[in-house]
């Protein structure tokens, strides 16, 4: 019913980041939501984690590359980072900072 | 692996459907005003879509139907239990969507949905027209699928596994039980609503039976030869409760073969066991509704698009949560929220007459072992050919060993984690 491309197809018509992502494919808002679960819808936290709306994009991409880096401590910001390339987290961060 | 991510190549005829049978309906759509959506069940799927598909798009006519006025939490349901929080804690009310998002809620039973006229049918008699449709409800306990567990046995041995009710029933059940008595958790074979679900529980009751009723044990019996988090899960019992949790595998004698609810007795292949309180956690399918629809295919879940999570089966109807195959996604309340974000941005994206964006989805279980115990499992997920993929080298499960101090801080975060999706999905 469904046509799917075939995957080898697929594999020689993409730019693979370093994690391999499509470069570009994911939208930072996309990313985003994942963050509000615990840090609050629209990045805005209702249980005293911090918040990401409107935060310098410099310093969310410092701390999310330490996390994923394990140059920072944490129970859970570490895993969590290494599931997004240094890209992905860039676009994040400067779409986290135009949030209010 | 390739993280192929693209929907165009993913979303295939499913867009193309989609967007043909908006063909008529393009005027409208053009102005980004029309479109009704309706969501059936307001757990933490369909509440997270209705609630976000208003924010990404204000003009959109957004209408919930729920059957319960209001929803009891399974996360921490199993505190519930534990006796460190009530069931006025887990409960809340979905108020807050029509009050600060403008979602038009319904209470009632959806009975049938008509993909061809798009319409929901309500056992009130009502029809709710659509335009595009999300089902999110949960799951349903397969009664009779074990041998003598149906409705009635439940009364007498409560699964406990859809909060409320029988979390109540469970809860009088360990408080009226004699010092000395070995409560039995029967798990259930893969795939079920949360993987560590039945280990929290163990933990909990252990919790309660240890500050109440020390000479006694938990027992869990289970179909499956290892679990969710399992060396934190032993790890933290062997700290917290030596000696009080046993737990056998199905191999060695944890699989249930038959039920008999009234003398509390489970058959196993190395004989019966019978406890002075019985917790069986029974097979699992999609919420009924997804059945009747044809939503789920002939193992009673549903398969859905990894980019869209609009059907394989119906067209115009989008599935997220339990219900679903979600690939290397569990069954949880995050990954419920997570890919509602997803399911509405789509739906949204194909009312106006876009194809889906690429996905990013998360899943984190947080477990409390111990009121100042707490162990996670986290994840991110992206689309591929083959479905949903944990990205390689991310998330997995808190470290072995950890001092006192950092597993305490699980457990307060375990408490925000909480807070947080509950209001990010109903506030
Ligand atoms: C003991 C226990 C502990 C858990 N702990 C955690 C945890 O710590 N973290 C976590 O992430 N997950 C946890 N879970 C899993 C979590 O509860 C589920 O994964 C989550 O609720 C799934 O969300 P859902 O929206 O798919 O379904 P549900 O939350 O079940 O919501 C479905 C809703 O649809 C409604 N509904 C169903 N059919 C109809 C119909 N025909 N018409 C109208 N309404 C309908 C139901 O009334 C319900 O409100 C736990 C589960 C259990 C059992």
Avoid at chain 1, 10 to 21: H, K, Y
Avoid at chain 2, 204 to 219: D, F, G
Wanted: charge should be positive.
């Amino acid at each position: 019913m469904r046509t799917y491309i075939k995957p080898a197809a697929l594999a020689a018509s993409l730019v693979l980041s370093a994690s391999g992502a499509a470069a570009d494919a994911i939208k930072p808002e996309t990313m985003a939501r994942n963050c509000f679960t615990c840090h609050g819808t629209g990045g805005h936290p209702v249980n005293g984690l911090a918040p990401l709306a409107g935060i310098d994009a410099k310093a969310i991409e410092t701390s999310m590359i330490d996390f994923r880096n394990d140059r920072r401590q944490a129970t859970i910001m570490n895993r969590i980072a290494r599931g997004l390339s240094e890209a992905e987290i860039a676009a994040l961060a400067q779409y986290l900072s135009t949030l209010k | 692996m390739s993280r192929e991510t693209r929907r165009k190549f993913l979303i295939g005829a499913g867009a193309a459907l989609g967007t043909l049978a908006y063909g008529r309906f393009a005027p409208a759509i053009a102005q980004g005003a029309a479109g009704r959506i309706v969501v059936i069940g307001g757990g933490f799927g369909g509440a997270t879509a209705a609630k976000y598909a208003r924010l990404l798009n204000p003009a959109l006519d957004v209408t919930l139907v729920e059957r319960d006025p209001s929803y009891v939490t399974c996360p921490f349901s199993n505190m519930v239990l534990g006796g460190t929080r009530t069931l006025a804690d887990i409960t809340h009310d979905r108020s807050g969507l029509a009050r600060n998002h403008g979602v038009k809620l319904v209470q009632g039973e959806a009975i049938g949905i008509d993909a061809g006229s798009r319409q929901v049918r309500l056992a009130s008699g009502q029809t709710l027209p659509y335009d595009r449709l999300l089902v999110a409800p949960g799951i349903d306990i397969r009664f009779g699928a074990v041998e003598g567990y149906d409705e009635a046995a439940a009364e007498l041995m409560p699964h406990a596994w859809k909060a409320g009710p029988q979390t109540a029933l469970l809860r009088r059940q360990l408080e009226a039980m004699d010092d000395g008595g070995t409560v039995i958790i029967a798990a259930p074979a893969n795939p079920f609503r949360c993987p560590p679900g039945p280990y929290e529980r163990a933990s909990m009751i252990a919790h309660y039976l240890k500050t109440h009723k020390p000479r006694s044990k938990v027992l869990i019996l289970d179909a499956k030869e290892n679990f969710s988090k399992q060396g934190l899960f032993q790890g933290g019992w062997e700290a917290v409760y030596p000696g009080m949790i046993e737990w056998v595998s199905g191999s060695a004698g944890g699989k249930v073969s038959r039920v008999d609810a009234r003398n509390r007795t489970l058959a196993t292949e190395f004989g019966a066991q019978k406890g002075a309180v019985v917790n069986f956690i029974p097979p699992q399918q999609a919420g009924r509704i997804a059945i009747a629809a044809g939503l789920a295919d002939d193992k009673g879940w549903c398969p859905v698009d990894p980019v869209s999570f609009e059907s394989k089966q119906v067209p115009g109807v989008h599935v997220i949560g339990d219900a679903i195959y979600a690939g290397a996604m569990p069954k949880s309340g995050t990954a419920a929220n997570s890919q509602a974000k997803i399911a509405a941005a789509a739906m949204v994206g194909l009312l106006g007459g876009k194809a889906a964006d690429a996905p990013m989805l998360a899943n984190t279980c947080y477990s409390l072992v111990g009121p100042d115990y707490g162990i996670s499992v986290t994840g991110i997920y992206v689309a591929t050919a083959e479905g949903i993929k944990e990205v390689p080298n991310s998330g997995g499960v808190s470290p072995a060993r950890a001092a006192a101090a950092i597993r305490k801080q699980e457990a307060v975060y375990t408490d925000a984690w909480y807070k947080g999706i509950v209001a990010d999905s109903l506030a």
